[in-house]
């Protein structure tokens, strides 16, 4: 005959017990970074808001669809424009030590690509310092080099970041030290990351993904000051 | 409801009253016995491969041994593809076609399937291993892009791994004949093993489908009969899931038969229970892909954020599957006599058997493997951790501690069966487990470690020229250390494993238990639950670490139009 079994040993209590992964649910919410439906309306959107300065992954995912091209300014490029612009700023920005220093330039209709401008004037410069507005890096990554391979960077000033590997896979990781901040690159599809440095310093950036015999030894550096 | 109140219910009973597995093993049709023992065989070899180019390729990371990047590529190409996909499919099919047989005393129905899928296996085996030992290494995943100068390279791991899907269907059919034949004649009923086999084949034949979608459009550009694979990686996530989480699924099944083996302990929680457990695989593994592609352009954020959450439900089934086990074993052992406190019965458990002890291994392994699966479903990690150290780090608290180990304790189990001999040296045995545990510790958190700290996977050489973060190299070493201590154990293991199999003393096998149904009316089993505390409460813990590591970074990062 049957006597009562105790609760840790009913079939209820074990299933549910099974669930208890979901228990970090609580910590996810805590930090923004799920959905809290109970509490707030856009917890989601605002993790910034709840975490001071935390990493928001948001890299624009649209970029395969030719239709989403042109909804905003500087929206999705497609390959050859990327591939047009980042040559172009190449040659606008590369120093005697061919290094890279982009730098704000007013405003960006027509203007011809022209090597003059490589000894850039200094209210140029402090235009892009003062301005919030970020200024565009065209970033290439193929076997076994990245494109420029040594940037320099200003600190507090926002950069966007587009990015496209020109071959196979790629990976490109900015190295801080006590964690890395890494983004996969695929083939003719262009990434776009806002990267703002906080601090100055000299990052290592290596590819994080294999991408053939070459691949250990392809890295940049990101000098920020 | 019947199924609640002790004794346990009739199916249960049932399974008990077979006898041992050993036993029926033992009393399989001769031809089933060598066709066992072949499978066996072809699986260990694929260990002994897999071993060795592991730990070839952890000494190379670790600066111990110099390797050239093509030898070093090649190195880590044989041991994925040695390891994950010969050593744990080949092993699965081994213990499914074993487990299957056993459930009837006819034995193995549906042989010429069987015979046609050691055919295929073995020259998918060679096939894969000969491409990976010549031809351009495009690692274990077989990627097309890296073999655009080389189709043959790319042919040759494709036909491999098509080879492959093709014996696990042949396998998992004659295993699916088997065991519904073996049905209960009267009312049709099956076990919970027969339906955890029946489950898993089903599962295989699943995944071999997906590596069909996956390697045959490689395959036919290869050979010049199609549009290059833009889609590779895609498909190659979609299968990869599947695929690692079948093996897990195998480990769940053999521990379920394991227990009964080794302790007598059938499931205080009824038959039926058990296979809602086995087949919440089906339900809970499919859906939750998404977390191998959060680092992926192409992906937008609404679905990462879905995948996230979905992924949060993918230890259901083996937590639930570790409750029925651990509480089973805690009411049936308590049962025995009233050991002190809330965790003494744990000592009373047959520790000196080997296959236990490799059980429990694998059950701890599991459980640390899960608390760093954790960190690695949370989507906003992502750029963190994914394509670092940190991966291989942690999964092979799950490739080695959880899914070897218990393959290798269902070895123990099988092998003196087929062959009569004796376990060799069965204290030193029972040991192993251990080290390859501390090993794997060692292993996983220098690897883990370093991969927080940047050190990509999938590279050798991490100097940069001296341009890499100060602390990368010594716990790289530490990485190789950890590799060097588990590779030990488990070829230790491996070679008592194969003494059993050649020169190995004839003697009674190990001496099963007769099973019983367990339990003591209105015992608690509160070891398993309090388990379940502890490890949400290390995964938080883990949790936090990582959203603290992240938010330390001095940089803001924000995507480009996400927010418009
Ligand atoms: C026996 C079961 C094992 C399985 C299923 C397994 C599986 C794998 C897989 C799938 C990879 C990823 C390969 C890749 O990224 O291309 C890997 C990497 C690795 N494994 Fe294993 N492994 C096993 C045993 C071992 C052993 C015994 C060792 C060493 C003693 C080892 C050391 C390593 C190392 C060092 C890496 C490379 C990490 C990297 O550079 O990314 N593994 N393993
Ligand atoms: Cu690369």
């Known amino acids: 005959m049957s006597q009562e079994r105790h609760f840790t040993t009913r079939r209820g209590f074990v299933a549910a017990m099974g669930f208890g992964g979901l228990g970090l649910y609580v910590t996810w919410a805590a930090y923004g970074a799920s959905p809290l439906p109970f509490f707030s309306t ?8 709840h975490g001071g300065h935390m990493m928001r992954m948001a890299e624009d995912t649209d970029h395969a669809d030719p239709s989403m ?43 011809e690509p022209d090597s003059a401008m490589a000894g850039h004037d200094q209210a140029a410069i402090k235009h892009g310092i003062s301005t919030a507005e970020p200024i565009e890096v065209y ?59 906080l601090q100055a310093g000299t990052h290592l950036v290596y590819c994080t993904v294999y991408c053939g015999p070459g691949h ?4 940049g550096l990101i000098t920020v000051v | 409801m019947t199924e609640i109140t002790f004794p346990a219910g009739a199916a249960n009973q049932a399974e008990a009253d077979r006898g041992p597995l050993s036993a029926r093993i033992a009393a399989l049709p001769r031809v089933d016995r060598r066709l066992l023992l072949g499978f066996v065989c072809v699986s260990l070899l694929a260990l002994v491969l897999g071993l060795g180019f592991g730990l070839t390729t952890a000494l190379a990371r670790g600066g111990m041994i110099a390797l050239d990047a093509d030898s070093a590529y090649r190195v880590l190409t044989l041991h994925g593809t040695s390891a994950f996909f010969w050593w744990l499919y080949l092993a699965q099919v081994a213990l499914m076609i074993g487990l299957a047989a056993g459930e009837s005393t006819e034995g193995l129905k549906a042989r010429p399937l069987i015979i046609a899928g050691v055919v295929v296996l073995v020259s998918g085996l060679v096939l894969s291993e000969g491409t990976a030992l010549l031809r351009t290494p495009l690692l274990y995943d077989a990627n097309p892009d890296l073999g655009r100068e080389d189709p043959r390279a790319v042919a040759g791991m494709a036909g491999g791994h098509l080879l492959l899907a093709l014996g696990l269907v042949l396998t998992s059919l004659a295993a699916i004949v088997t065991v519904l034949r073996a049905r209960d004649r009267v009312t049709g009923a099956m076990t919970a093993m027969g339906f955890g086999v029946l489950a898993w084949a089903g599962f295989l034949i699943v995944s071999a489908i997906a590596a069909v979608n996956a390697f045959l459009p490689n395959l036919l550009w290869a050979f010049g009969r199609g ?14 899931h599947n695929l690692h989480y079948l093996p897990l699924m195998a480990t769940v099944l053999t521990w379920y038969a394991l227990t009964q083996e080794t302790t007598g302990t059938t499931s205080a929680f009824g038959s039926g229970f058990s296979k809602v457990v086995f087949s919440s695989y089906l ?10 592609m959060f680092l992926e352009p192409n992906l937008a954020e609404s679905v990462r954020v879905t995948g996230s959450l979905l992924s949060l439900f993918v230890s259901v089934p083996t937590l639930t599957a570790f409750l029925v086990i651990v509480s089973s074993l805690e009411l049936a052992t308590r049962a025995k006599g009233t ?23 694998a059950i701890v392994s599991t459980l640390l493997g899960l608390v760093f699966a954790f960190v690695l479903i949370q989507e906003k990690f992502a750029p963190l951790i994914s394509d670092t150290l940190f991966v291989p780090g942690y999964f092979h608290f799950f490739a080695v501690g959880a899914v070897t180990e218990t393959f290798l304790a269902g070895f123990l189990v099988i092998i003196p069966a087929l062959t009569g001999r004796a376990v060799w040296q069965p204290r030193l045995m029972a040991a192993m487990p251990w080290l390859v545990l501390v090993g794997l510790v060692i292993f996983g958190a220098c690897g883990m470690l370093a991969g927080l700290q940047g050190v990509p996977r999938r590279t050798f050489d991490i100097a940069y020229d001296g341009a ?87 940089i803001v990062v924000v995507g480009g139009h996400a927010g418009h």
């Open chain 1, 42 to 49: 856009h917890a989601s959107d605002d993790a910034d808001a």
């Open chain 2, 227 to 240: 549009a290059f694979p833009a889609d590779a990686a895609t498909e190659w996530h979609i299968l990869f």
């Open chain 1, 216 to 219: 250990d030894g392809m890295r």
């Open chain 1, 139 to 197: 970033f290439l990554a193929g076997r076994f080099s990245f494109e420029p391979d040594r940037l320099k960077l200003r600190v507090g000033q926002p950069y966007r970041f587009q990015m496209m590997a020109s071959d196979v896979a790629h990976g490109a990781s900015i190295a801080f030290g006590q964690a890395s901040r890494i983004v996969r690159l695929r083939p003719d599809m262009v990434t776009t990351l806002d990267l703002t440095f």
């Open chain 2, 283 to 292: 339900v809970f593994v499919p859906p939750t892909s998404l977390y191998h």
């Open chain 2, 468 to 554: 890499a973060p100060a602390g990368w190299h010594a716990l790289m070493v530490g990485f190789a250390v950890g590799a060097m201590v588990f590779a030990s154990g488990l070829a230790i293991e491996l070679f008592g494993v194969l003494r059993m199999l050649v020169g190995g003393k004839r003697g009674v096998p190990m001496a099963a238990m007769a099973p019983r149904p367990a339990g003591v009316p209105g015992g608690a089993a509160w070891t398993g639950p309090i388990a379940v505390v502890l490890l949400v409460a290390l995964m938080t813990g883990a949790t936090i670490g990582t959203f603290e590591v992240m938010r330390s970074l001095p």
């Open chain 1, 69 to 111: 091209s042109g909804m905003h300014e500087g929206g999705p490029l497609s390959p050859v424009e990327f591939t047009r612009r980042h040559a172009e700023f190449l040659t606008r920005f590369q120093e005697a030590d061919g290094s890279v220093r982009p730098v704000a330039v007013p405003a960006a209709p027509v203007h």
């Open chain 2, 339 to 361: 050991p002190a406190g809330l965790f003494g019965w744990i000592g009373r458990l047959p520790w000196g058997n080997p296959a236990f002890s490799a059980m429990g291994v």
